[in-house]
């Protein structure tokens, strides 16, 4: 079958590349029994958009079999069309058409939607760590910046791996200082939610890679004092 070559050929494809990046310090070695981010997930969500979807797809419909009585007659409307958006499961199946989501079926045959994100912790010798402290929203003239305080990062792009994403991250955001920097570990991290738009189990990956600045660079500095 055509699909399921692709699909095999796919993975086989991004299991190959985590594999040739697992080593210190942007992961640990691989062994006989775990190589670095090649969980179920992990792999499905950097393969080719279009597998992603019918993957996606596939997982929703076999769920929905199981946990609604009227799939049956359904599921032939449904299908393919993103015109039905009332339930929590018609809006996910339309992130799914749209490539915004990525579901998978866990073990216990439960629905996952997974969401994957990369932090950069950058610190200078003297210790200080860089922050975002303003993010930008709207567009044009509308645009507003809004407090926050986090590490800059973001989310895994389509087909990217942990590593991948690093690499492109500091090459458009930090590319006047990214050849005085220095990878020195990766710490990933899973948190569970239960997403209220779809009504299903949202798990949520960040993986926060340490780098150190080799070199003094000026960039203001706020000191906090704990209560």
Request: aromatic letters at 8%; one cysteine or more; charged letters at 30%.
């Amino acid at each position: 079958h055509r699909f399921v070559r692709d699909i095999t050929v796919d993975y086989c494809r991004q299991f190959h590349k985590r594999l040739q990046n697992a080593q210190p310090p942007v992961a640990e070695w691989p062994t006989d029994l775990r190589v670095p981010f090649t969980d179920f997930g992990d792999i499905v969500s950097s393969m080719e958009p279009s597998i992603r979807v019918r993957l996606g797809l596939q997982a929703l419909d076999e769920w929905e079999s199981v946990n609604n009585p009227l799939w049956t007659w359904r599921a032939g409307r449904r299908r393919g069309s993103t015109a039905d958006q009332g339930s929590p499961t018609d809006k996910l199946r339309a992130e799914i058409m749209n490539g915004k989501s990525n579901v998978v079926l866990s073990a216990d045959g439960q629905l996952e939607r997974l969401t994957y994100v990369v932090a950069l912790r950058i610190e200078r010798p003297d210790g200080c760590f860089l922050a975002q402290l303003w993010k930008s929203e709207g567009n044009g003239k509308d645009v507003e910046l809004k407090p926050c305080c986090r590490l800059p990062g973001g989310k895994q792009e389509k087909g990217e791996s942990p590593t991948e994403a690093m690499r492109r991250l500091l090459k458009t955001k930090f590319s006047l200082f990214v050849k005085d920097l220095e990878v020195h570990s990766t710490q990933r991290s899973n948190n569970w939610e239960e997403s209220k738009d779809f009504g299903v189990k949202t798990q949520y990956t960040r993986v926060e890679v340490h780098l150190k600045l080799q070199v003094e660079v000026d960039i203001p500095t706020i000191g906090f004092q704990m209560a």
